[in-house]
C-alpha cells in the first residue's frame, strides 16, 4: 500500500518536520514491513508559463516544429534560473495555443528519468528550457502533447513554483500489508495505525451523521444467491447512489493525479479517479455505472451455465456456477467485486452515474479472481474483508466529490440492502495474554491497548468481554486478541529466550538416512540442486519408465508454467535443465545431484477432487481419508549427473572425462550411507545408450539405473558431449537397509591374496559370476573386485573373460596358501556348476 503523505496528514497529525524515513519507522513498530519510498524524481526551476506566440517551422525530415516565446517571469523580474523573463524554446508539439497556461522547465531542472535540462541549440535555434507533457513531469502516460495547465483547471500567475501546484513535491511511504490486515489497504487504516504507532491525533474519514449519507429509494436491487459458500450469502451489502448531470470531460484536479499517480494509479478520467480516489481513501472499492446504459433495476446473483461477461479489459470470460455476478435486464454486467462489464462503463458520454459501493464474500470474491486469473485493487480489498459499516459513508463520499468536481447534481433515487451487522463478543480469560506471550501486562495496559484499536472491553471479573470493531474482521479469537496486545505494546518488550526440546525428539530414521546420502553425495564433489517438481509428459515418458513407452502422469489443474503442466515421474529432467542452463553460462563441467519427490500414478486410478472442504473447522478423518486418496504415489528418489571433464588437463596428467565409473562410484556412496549392497547388472531404459545401462539392486530388488545419455537425447538438451545419469528410489533403498548399519570387525591377522581368470559366455553378467564366486568360497573371502574383462585372442568366439582380485583373512589364525586354494577353487566350482565357467589356461 502506497500512502502519499499529504494524505496522510489530513487524517493524522504527522509532524511537519516527519521524513518518510521516521513515517515508516512508525509504522513498522505496529507490524508493517517497510517496503519503499515513491516520489516523482524531479527538480526544479519548474515554473508555470505564458505562451505569447509561436511561428510555425517545416524541418527537412517531415517534422514541424514550434519556436515558442514563453513568458516563465512576471514583467521586469528575472526567471527562477536567473534568465530573462521570456524563454524562446523549441517544441515539437502542437495542440497548445497563444495564451495558454504550461509548465516550464528551466536550465537547471531534473525530470524523470533523470533528464537534466539545459540550454541547447537545435533545429537552428537555441532553446531555452522544455515545455513539459504530463508524462514527462511523471503525471501519467499522456504523451500525445504538452500539458495545457487549463484542462485541469488551473490558472496561476506567471512563474508561480508549478511542482508545488501541481503536487509533485508530494511523497508517499509504501508498507507490505499482510493477508489478514485488509484495513490498512487503505489511507483511513494506515492513518488510525499510525496514530497507534505514536499517540497522534487520528479523524476518521469514515465517520459522518447518519442523515448524511442514507440514500434515497425507488431503484430497483435485489441478491438471489441461491448457492451460498460456507452459507454466507454472497453480498451482505448493497448500496447505490445516483449523480446526474455530471460532465465526463471535467479536469482532474492536479493534487488527486498526483495523489493517485504517487499511489500506483493511472488517471483515467474525473469520474473513474473519483472512484479511485475513495478506494485508496476509505478502503471500500467503488464501482460506477453509466446509468443510461442500464436495462433496468440491478440484481447480483450466481452465473448461469453457458454465460459470458465481456469484461473492462476486452476480454470475453466464460463464466462459472460459482461467480458472483452483477446483472441488469439485459444479464451480467460485471463481476462482482472484481472488474465491471464493458456494456455499462462510465465514459466520455456518461451523464449520468449511478455508484455502487457493496460488501461481498471474502471467499467468493477470492475464489472467482484466481479462477478467471484477474487481480485487481477491488478484489485485493474484498478478499481481505471490507469494513461493512463503511459503503454508505463511501458511496455519499463518491457523490460529493462528483458534484464538486465533476459539476452534477445527487439526485433522490437510490437504494439500499443489507443485513445488520452483529458486532461479535470474544471472551478473553484474565492472564490468557501474559502466559502467551510471555510478558506480565497489567490488566490496564491489555484493556487500554484492545481499546485503542477501537475494541469495546467490558471486565466480567475473571476475563474480559471484547467486541472488536467493524474493520477487524481478523479478530475472531483471544489468540488473535493477543497478538493485537503485544503489537500496541511494542514486539521489543517481549523477552527472546532459546526454548529447551523436549528428550527423544530429532531426525526419524527415514530423515536420517536422507541426510546421510546428500551429504555423502556434496562430500564426495556433487552439488544439489532442488528443482520444482514440473516437466512435460514427453519427458515423463522418456525418463520415467524403462521402455519409454506412455504410463500415466498427474496433470496440474493449474499449473505455474502451461509448458510443464505435469508432476515428474524422474528426477532426471530436472538435472538435465540444471546442466543445460550451467553449459550456457560457460560451466561445462558439472557433478549435480538432487533428491526429491517423484509422482507415480498407479494405472487406472483417477487422482484430484472437486471438493473443498469446509474451511472453518478441522476435517475429519474420513474426509483426510479422502483427500490422501486423490494424491498419487510419492516417492523420494535421488539422482546424480555428470558431464564435461572430471578432472582437466595439468602437466603430465592427461584430461579425464566423466564416465560410467564415476556414476558406479556415485551409486556405491548412496548404498555406504544407506547401508546397502548394491549390485549391478546389464539393463536397457529407453533415454540410455544400449551396452553403456545398468540397473541397480538390492539383493533381489530393484532399485533404479546407471547409464549414459543416448547422443540424440542429450542433444535434445542442448548438452555437448557424454552425460552420464544414476537414479534410485531412496525410499525403498533406505527401507531394505534395516535399522541400524553394523560395522565389520577387523581381524588382526594378515591377508592372503590370489587371482582367478574365469571364461564365460559373453552374455554372462560379470556380476553374476562375481556372486557365484562369493557364494562358493565361504566365509574366509574378506573381497572380491573384477579387475579385468578381456575378449580376444586366446578366449573362444562368444566367450570372455573375467579376471578377479581375491582377498582372504581368518579372524582366528594365519591362512595358509592352501587354504586360500581352496576356498579360491570352492567359488570357481560354484561358478561353473552356475555358468559353466571354466578356468583360464
Known amino acids: 500500500m502506497r500512502v502519499p503523505l ?10 511537519a518536520d516527519a521524513t518518510p524515513e521516521d513515517v515508516l519507522e512508525a509504522l513498522v513498530r505496529v507490524g508493517f514491513e517497510e517496503e519503499d519510498v515513491h516520489t516523482f524524481e524531479l527538480s526544479g526551476p519548474i515554473v508555470v508559463g505564458e505562451v505569447l506566440e509561436f511561428v510555425e517551422e517545416p524541418q527537412s525530415n517531415g517534422k514541424t516544429i514550434r519556436w515558442c516565446q514563453v513568458r516563465v517571469a512576471p514583467d521586469g523580474r528575472l526567471a527562477a534560473d536567473g534568465g530573462p523573463a521570456v524563454h524562446g524554446i523549441v517544441c515539437g508539439a502542437r495542440n497548445f495555443f497563444v495564451g495558454d497556461k504550461v509548465a516550464v522547465t528551466l536550465p537547471g531542472a531534473v525530470l524523470p528519468g533523470p533528464f537534466p535540462i539545459a540550454a541547447r541549440k537545435t533545429y537552428g535555434h537555441v532553446s531555452d528550457g522544455m515545455i513539459a507533457s504530463a508524462r514527462e513531469l511523471g503525471l501519467g502516460d499522456e504523451h500525445d502533447g504538452i500539458l495545457r495547465l487549463a484542462t485541469l483547471g488551473i490558472d496561476a500567475p506567471v512563474g508561480t513554483d508549478a511542482i508545488a501546484l501541481l503536487g509533485l513535491d508530494d511523497v508517499a511511504v509504501e508498507i507490505n500489508v499482510t493477508p489478514d490486515r485488509g484495513y490498512a489497504l487503505s489511507v483511513r487504516g494506515v492513518a488510525r495505525e499510525y496514530a497507534h504507532a505514536t499517540g497522534a491525533a487520528f479523524r476518521d474519514p469514515g465517520l459522518r451523521p447518519p442523515h448524511e449519507v442514507e440514500p434515497g429509494t425507488g431503484f430497483a436491487l435485489a441478491v438471489q444467491d441461491e448457492a451460498p459458500i460456507r452459507g454466507r450469502v454472497g453480498a ?14 471535467a479536469p482532474t484536479p492536479a493534487w488527486m493525479i498526483a495523489r493517485l499517480t504517487l499511489a500506483g494509479i493511472r488517471s483515467l478520467g474525473v469520474l473513474i479517479d473519483i472512484t479511485n480516489y475513495v478506494m485508496l481513501e476509505l478502503g471500500n472499492p467503488i464501482h460506477g455505472y453509466d446509468l443510461d446504459k442500464l436495462a433496468g433495476g440491478i440484481t447480483v446473483r450466481r452465473a448461469a451455465a453457458g454465460e459470458q461477461l465481456e469484461t473492462l479489459d476486452g476480454r470475453v470470460r466464460a463464466l462459472d456456477a460459482e461467480d458472483l455476478l452483477i446483472t441488469d435486464d439485459s444479464g451480467p454486467i460485471g ?22 459501493a457493496a460488501v461481498f464474500d471474502t471467499i467468493s470474491i477470492a475464489r472467482t479472481a484466481r479462477r478467471h486469473k484477474l487481480p485487481s485493487e477491488a478484489s485485493r480489498r474484498f478478499e481481505r474483508g471490507v469494513d461493512p459499516q463503511i459503503p454508505f459513508v463511501a458511496a455519499q463520499r463518491v457523490a460529493d466529490l462528483m458534484v464538486e468536481l465533476a459539476g452534477g447534481t445527487i439526485d433522490e433515487l437510490g437504494g439500499a440492502l443489507f443485513a445488520e451487522w452483529q458486532r461479535p463478543q470474544l471472551t478473553l480469560p484474565t492472564g490468557f495474554v501474559q502466559g502467551l506471550i510471555g510478558v506480565d501486562y497489567p490488566a490496564s495496559e491489555v484493556i487500554g491497548a484492545l481499546r485503542l484499536i477501537g475494541c469495546d472491553v467490558d471486565d466480567a471479573g475473571g476475563e474480559l468481554l471484547v467486541s472488536p470493531p467493524s474493520w477487524r474482521p481478523d479478530l475472531t479469537d483471544k489468540w488473535t486478541l493477543a497478538e493485537e496486545v503485544a503489537r500496541i505494546e511494542g514486539y521489543d518488550r517481549i523477552p527472546s529466550i532459546l526454548p529447551t526440546p ?33 516437466t512435460t509428459e ?37 538435472l538435465l535443465r540444471v546442466a543445460h542452463r550451467n553449459v550456457a553460462r560457460g560451466f561445462t563441467d558439472l557433478s549435480l545431484f538432487e533428491t526429491g519427490t517423484v509422482f507415480l500414478p498407479e494405472p487406472g486410478v483417477a487422482y484430484g477432487t472437486d471438493f473443498v472442504p469446509p474451511l472453518a473447522v478441522r476435517p475429519d478423518a474420513e474426509t483426510l481419508a479422502a483427500l490422501d486418496a486423490s494424491i498419487p504415489p510419492q516417492h523420494r528418489h535421488v539422482a546424480v549427473l555428470l558431464t564435461g571433464w572430471l578432472a582437466p588437463k595439468q602437466p603430465g596428467l592427461a584430461a579425464e572425462a566423466a564416465g560410467i565409473g564415476d556414476a558406479l562410484d556415485a551409486v556405491r556412496t548412496i548404498a555406504s550411507a544407506a547401508g546397502v549392497t548394491v549390485d549391478i547388472a546389464q539393463g536397457e531404459r529407453a533415454a540410455l545408450h544400449p551396452g553403456r545401462t545398468g540397473v541397480l539392486s538390492v539383493g533381489a530388488v530393484e532399485v533404479g539405473y546407471v547409464g549414459e545419455l543416448l547422443p540424440a537425447v542429450a542433444e535434445a538438451a542442448d548438452l555437448p558431449g557424454r552425460v552420464i545419469v544414476a537414479e534410485l528410489d531412496l525410499d525403498l533403498v533406505l527401507s531394505l537397509a534395516g535399522e541400524k548399519v553394523v560395522a565389520a570387525s ?61 582377498r582372504f583373512r581368518a579372524s582366528d589364525r594365519t591362512l595358509t596358501a592352501a587354504d586360500a586354494t581352496d576356498a579360491k577353487l570352492a567359488g570357481v566350482a560354484m561358478a561353473a556348476e552356475r555358468f559353466g565357467a571354466t578356468l583360464r589356461e
Open 236 to 249: 451482505s451489502e448493497f448500496v447505490v447512489r445516483v449523480v446526474r448531470g455530471v460532465d465526463a470531460a
Open 335 to 356: 463481476l462482482a467485486g472484481v472488474m465491471g462489464g464493458g456494456t455499462t462503463e462510465m465514459g466520455p458520454g456518461t451523464r449520468n452515474v449511478l455508484i455502487e
Open 502 to 534: 523436549p528428550s527423544g525428539r530429532g531426525l526419524t530414521s527415514a530423515q536420517q538416512g536422507r541426510r546421510r546420502v546428500a551429504n555423502a553425495l556434496a562430500a564426495a564433489g556433487y552439488v544439489e540442486t532442488p528443482s520444482f517438481p514440473f
Open 746 to 806: 577387523l581381524s588382526g591377522y594378515p591377508a592372503a591374496t590370489q587371482d582367478v581368470s574365469l571364461v564365460v559366455g559373453a552374455d554372462v553378467p560379470a556380476a553374476e559370476v562375481r556372486a557365484a564366486l562369493v557364494a562358493g568360497a565361504g566365509e574366509l573371502l574378506e573381497s572380491l573386485r573384477l579387475v579385468d574383462d578381456y575378449r580376444g585372442s586366446g578366449v573362444p568366439d562368444g566367450a570372455k573373460s573375467l579376471t578377479f582380485a581375491l
Open 6 to 15: 499529504s494524505w496522510l496528514r489530513e487524517y493524522v497529525d504527522v509532524p
Open 538 to 574: 514427453d519427458q515423463n515418458d522418456l525418463h520415467g519408465s524403462a521402455s519409454g513407452g506412455h504410463l500415466p502422469s498427474v496433470k496440474l489443474a493449474n499449473p505455474l508454467d502451461g509448458q510443464a503442466p505435469f508432476l515428474r515421474r524422474s528426477l532426471i529432467p530436472a
